[in-house]
């Protein structure tokens, strides 16, 4: 009787010696030098991956440090994906449902952000502006807000953490922060105040309104004392949204 494992069973009991070797035991069919070298290669591939796509999270961490998190991500058993780029965005989620670092409050938030501006450099979508722009449209026509724009609330201020800033409380008031690639490929970020952050979310989802209308809208929901200064700050902020490839165009 043959009490070999299967080819199948190997590649299992491979792959989960590799992904936590303090497990699950290496498979008695490859030694142990061979098997340092796969576990080695392994970590290194990973830690250099998530290490490219997660910089500013990277640096807070030493080399030690940095291995271990990314090996107490792969230990866990909801990151099914054979695609590479898919990895980050698992790594995030990771991070979402998981507490890893108390010392660290931040890093969900702060690799949610950076997954976020990957995401959106990867993204094969393009987007061009309209020509010949009457900033006057913004009110009579309905804005488009670009698909490579993206608005987040952040309980920590992502867009300043590096080794020298690592904030152990939160903030009194989220922040909100614009995220979104240009028209040459440029991944930009703004902080909004409160007024433009709804004014943006408004925007995008919209698609019966004029921006005047819109703004009319937000005024009477906001019971602003001055409804044409209101309107005025509104296409302000459009304004300076289209010249920054945020809005592209606007319908009719």
């Given amino acids: 009787m043959n009490n070999k494992p299967s080819f199948k069973q190997t590649q299992i009991d491979f792959a989960a010696h590799i992904r936590n070797p303090q497990a699950h035991a290496r498979p008695e069919q490859i030694d142990e030098r061979r098997m ?115 608005i987040q609330a952040y309980q920590y201020p992502v867009h300043q953490i590096k080794k020298q800033f690592q904030p152990f409380t939160p903030l009194q008031s989220p922040v909100f922060l614009l995220i979104w690639r240009d028209t040459a490929y440029n991944i930009q970020f703004a902080e909004l105040n409160a007024f433009s952050a709804v004014l943006l979310e408004s925007l995008m989802n919209n698609t019966t309104q004029t921006g005047e209308q819109l703004l009319l809208t937000l005024a009477s929901q906001s019971k602003h004392p001055d409804v044409k200064q209101f309107i005025g700050f509104g296409l302000q902020a459009m304004s300076k949204w289209f010249d920054q490839a945020v809005i592209t165009s606007t319908i009719s």
């Fill in 36 to 150: 340092a070298v796969y576990r080695r290669l392994f970590i290194n591939s990973i830690s250099s991956l998530l290490g490219g796509s997660f910089p500013v999270l990277r640096s807070l961490y030493n080399e030690q440090d940095w291995k271990a998190l990314v090996r107490a991500f792969y230990k866990k058993e909801h990151n099914k994906t054979p695609h590479f780029p898919e990895i980050p965005r698992e790594f995030v989620t990771f991070l979402k449902n998981h507490s890893v670092d108390d010392n660290k409050p931040f890093i969900y938030e702060l690799a949610h952000y950076e997954w976020l501006e990957l995401h959106l450099s990867k993204h094969q979508l393009e987007v061009t502006q309209a020509e010949n722009f009457n900033y006057q449209d913004l009110l009579n026509t309905i804005p488009q807000v670009s698909p490579l724009a993206k």
